[in-house]
């Protein structure tokens, strides 16, 4: 089963986005925890194309693909913003041991990486497409 | 999102419900920031009715703190919901905020 989503890139949009992923992820009988988690990647995800790709707010829309299958959902969100290249997203410091220390930018991907089974990057059809899988445990 | 702030003594004290996502986190900063300007530097954020957070949330905490830090208060958490825990360790900033299992706790801290 397919569903699609697409919304303008506006924060307000970010929790109909997430609703619309967990019902998909209810779908695919995933517990309460992946939904969670589910949620955050796609929230993060939407935050950085609408902040890092479109530059702001009501500059392009944001597509989401959910794949329901039993066990495993597949979401792909595709945007019309200018490519992204995760190689050279900044690195969050995640063992700060001091206030100083601290650098808080680039923690969306860091959490798409580690609360997510897959996350992949592309560059097609004039936009970046994000796919990110979750996996029942 | 929605904020309630009280005050006991010295310390303020803020309670957040809700989701703090990138929509909201900036009034929750705004929140905090004001009370920062208004000389209250002895700070506790209760997020035990948090049902969400994201790193805008995070981002909004951290600065919060470092603002508070340079006049010598403290931010400090209250009764973190599991979500929120979640997310304070996925982002390495357990160790970061002073983090209380009950309102009642931090605010006897200060």
């Given at each position: 089963?397919?569903?699609?989503?697409?919304?303008?890139?506006?924060?307000?949009?970010?929790?109909?986005?997430?609703?619309?992923?967990?019902?998909?992820?209810?779908?695919?009988?995933?517990?309460?925890?992946?939904?969670?988690?589910?949620?955050?990647?796609?929230?993060?995800?939407?935050?950085?194309?609408?902040?890092?790709?479109?530059?702001?707010?009501?500059?392009?829309?944001?597509?989401?693909?959910?794949?329901?299958?039993?066990?495993?959902?597949?979401?792909?969100?595709?945007?019309?913003?200018?490519?992204?290249?995760?190689?050279?997203?900044?690195?969050?410091?995640?063992?700060?041991?001091?206030?100083?220390?601290?650098?808080?930018?680039?923690?969306?991907?860091?959490?798409?990486?580690?609360?997510?089974?897959?996350?992949?990057?592309?560059?097609?059809?004039?936009?970046?497409?994000?796919?990110?899988?979750?996996?029942?445990? | 999102?929605?904020?309630?702030?009280?005050?006991?003594?010295?310390?303020?004290?803020?309670?957040?419900?809700?989701?703090?996502?990138?929509?909201?986190?900036?009034?929750?900063?705004?929140?905090?920031?004001?009370?920062?300007?208004?000389?209250?530097?002895?700070?506790?954020?209760?997020?035990?009715?948090?049902?969400?957070?994201?790193?805008?949330?995070?981002?909004?905490?951290?600065?919060?703190?470092?603002?508070?830090?340079?006049?010598?208060?403290?931010?400090?958490?209250?009764?973190?919901?599991?979500?929120?825990?979640?997310?304070?360790?996925?982002?390495?900033?357990?160790?970061?905020?002073?983090?209380?299992?009950t309102r009642e706790e931090a605010v006897k801290s200060y």
């Amino acid at each position: 089963m397919v569903r699609t989503l697409t919304v303008p890139g506006r924060y307000d949009q970010l929790e109909a986005v997430c609703q619309f992923v967990t019902v998909a992820a209810e779908l695919a009988e995933l517990g309460e925890k992946e939904i969670a988690h589910c949620q955050l990647a796609v929230d993060e995800a939407c935050t950085n194309v609408i902040e890092h790709g479109y530059g702001g707010e009501n500059v392009g829309n944001i597509e989401v693909r959910c794949e329901v299958a039993p066990g495993i959902l597949t979401i792909t969100i595709h945007d019309s913003a200018r490519p992204f290249d995760p190689a050279h997203a900044p690195a969050p410091n995640v063992a700060p041991t001091s206030l100083d220390d601290l650098r808080i930018g680039g923690l969306g991907l860091h959490f798409m990486r580690q609360v997510m089974d897959e996350v992949q990057f592309s560059y097609e059809n004039g936009g970046n497409t994000l796919k990110l899988v979750k996996q029942k445990k | 999102m929605q904020t309630a702030h009280h005050e006991e003594g010295t310390v303020s004290i803020v309670a957040v419900t809700g989701r703090v996502d990138s929509s909201t986190a900036p009034e929750l900063e705004t929140a905090l920031k004001k009370l920062v300007e208004a000389e209250k530097t002895q700070l506790v954020l209760d997020l035990k009715e948090v049902e969400y957070m994201s790193s805008a949330g995070l981002r909004a905490m951290v600065s919060t703190l470092k603002a508070v830090k340079r006049v010598n208060g403290d931010l400090r958490v209250a009764s973190p919901s599991d979500r929120v825990n979640e997310v304070l360790r996925l982002a390495g900033l357990s160790s970061i905020f002073a983090i209380y299992s009950t309102r009642e706790e931090a605010v006897k801290s200060y």
